[in-house]
């Protein structure tokens, strides 16, 4: 039984510039999930909770 659930892999997208596709990579990049990298930019807010999540994230994918 894992302790934590599986991080997810690179997202499955194609290169063709569509703005899913786009957003999918910018998240997954920063370590958010889709809806939260949406959210941020469409609220041009990012508070320090949610810098924490995703530096904690991206931390956590590379430490394994």
Do not use: Q
Request: hydrophobic share 40%; net charge neutral; with cysteine.
């Amino acid at each position: 039984m894992h302790l934590f659930a599986p991080l997810p892999g690179r997202p499955a997208c194609k290169i063709d510039g569509t703005p899913e596709d786009d957003a999918a990579v910018d998240a997954w990049s920063e370590g958010a999930t889709v809806d939260e990298w949406l959210e941020s930019e469409r609220t041009g807010v990012v508070t320090l909770s949610m810098r924490v999540k995703w530096w904690w994230r991206r931390t956590r994918r590379v430490l394994r």
